[in-house]
């Protein structure tokens, strides 16, 4: 049976296997453009405060969602940690996360690379104690607890590093234990839990396409994503779009708590913009396109500000040198106040940062707007816009221009 549409459908193999290390940085840089202007508006203990409470309330939620859709949901460590190789919050090699499996309750994981950590550390000791320490505390026993809500992940070693160049830069143990008290339910946690985009149906992976449709098996050392299906690929690039979606959810319920409605949205914009132009840009170059109207209507129809479809029911339509984009004004995004919602025909803002990512001279223009929705067309300028300052902070993490490279055949990790 067919399943509900998706742009990424339209890929290869190969190319949805070069996308996916893409989609899963650029969600986690969503952190660098969001905690800036939380560091702003709350100084850096309730920017520490708000990392906190989103990814407590999001990881779980699009965990689970994971392990259903690539078949390897289990209460052991095994399981923890495959979710964790396919987790906007520790994206392969920029997030080197190296595993051990002891037995089934027992295992270690340790980072090689950190790039979090690069990019922290010149901003002082305090902030590297905020992320290495009251960030990663309770959300990393959140994450697991999506698999086993008696697993506590605890450190061995962590920064301030002692030397300044050890290696690895961390290194947790991880332990499941019936008599662990789990952790309380973070507050807000039914919000994102009951959204639409935690309860979306997406395309079922078809089982008969070349290639390995799940991740059943042993736990491997690394995740090729050239080795899945091109289905598997296709629901792994929605999978991972919804992530972006949930851990913004979070950052805004977070925000939310703090300041008025209008505030926190100018927050959400701000955040909008910075990762939407520098998504926009990596996409660009991964797919080895050019900067012209073409190009700018690929990198929409897989930009995950504007996927899955069903989600956000955006429509692209290229004509020429201008594309025409059709917001709805209903939608899931909409019901859930995610990133489509924040977009509308007098704040073009994440908009235009989004086409300028592609050519800094693409600018947006509403066309109409009623009661169903409204359309912008993006046409090319003759001079080149500056680049939005909420792209410029985004850009401050070395994940920025971060490139990926073939580690070969990656090695099944058994328990020893």
Not at 131 to 148: K, R, S, V
Not at 164 to 170: L, S
Not at 181 to 210: F, H, K, Q, R, Y
Not at 236 to 258: K, N, W, Y
């Amino acid at each position: 049976m067919a399943g509900p549409q998706s742009r990424f459908a339209d890929l290869d193999r190969d190319t949805l296997a070069a996308l996916l290390p893409e989609l899963l940085l650029c969600g986690h840089l969503i952190d660098r453009s969001g905690m800036a202007h939380s560091i702003a508006a709350f100084g850096r203990e309730g920017m520490t405060e708000v990392a906190i409470e989103e990814w407590q309330v999001a990881s779980p939620v699009y965990t689970r969602r994971m392990q259903r859709a690539l078949g390897f949901a289990g209460d052991g460590v095994e399981t923890i940690f495959k979710g964790l190789q396919l987790d906007i919050g520790a994206p392969p090699q920029f997030m080197d996360f190296r595993f051990r499996v002891d037995d089934h309750h027992h295992g270690e994981f340790w980072l090689d690379h950190c790039g979090a950590l690069a990019d922290v550390e010149p901003m002082g000791e305090d902030f590297v104690v905020s992320m290495c320490h009251d960030i990663e505390d309770p959300t990393f026993d959140a994450t697991a607890l999506a698999t086993n809500p008696h697993a506590q992940v605890r450190p061995n070693h962590r920064p301030p590093r002692r030397p300044a160049d050890r290696k690895p830069v961390c290194a947790w143990t991880v332990v499941i234990d019936p008599a662990h008290v789990p952790p309380p339910v973070p507050a807000n946690a039914d919000l994102v839990a009951g959204s639409v985009a935690a309860g979306l149906d997406l395309a079922a992976i078809d089982p008969t396409d070349e290639g390995r449709p799940d991740y059943s098996g042993p736990l491997l050392s690394d995740v090729r994503f050239a080795d899945f299906s091109r289905s598997a690929l296709v629901r792994l690039a929605d999978e991972v779009c919804l992530q972006h979606h949930l851990l913004t959810l979070g950052f805004l319920i977070a925000v939310r708590a703090r300041v008025d409605a209008d505030a926190a949205l100018e927050i959400g914009r701000k955040q909008f913009a910075g990762i939407a132009g520098l998504t926009s840009e990596r996409l660009r170059d991964c797919l080895g396109l050019g900067d012209d109207a073409a190009a700018l209507a690929t990198v929409l129809r897989l930009h995950p500000a504007l996927n899955p479809l069903p989600y956000t029911g955006i429509e692209i339509v290229p004509a020429g040198d201008t594309v025409t984009v059709t917001f709805p004004a209903a939608s899931g995004a909409h019901t859930d106040g995610t990133w489509p919602s924040m977009l509308d025909p007098e704040h073009l803002q994440p908009l235009n940062a989004l086409v300028r990512g592609v050519n800094p001279r693409f600018s947006a223009e509403v066309l109409t707007a009623g009661e169903d929705g409204w359309h912008a067309a993006i046409t090319l300028g003759d001079t080149p816009f500056r680049e939005a300052t909420e792209v410029a902070l985004t850009r401050f993490s070395t994940g920025a221009a971060f490139t990926f490279t073939d580690r070969g055949i990656p090695l099944p990790l058994t328990v020893v």
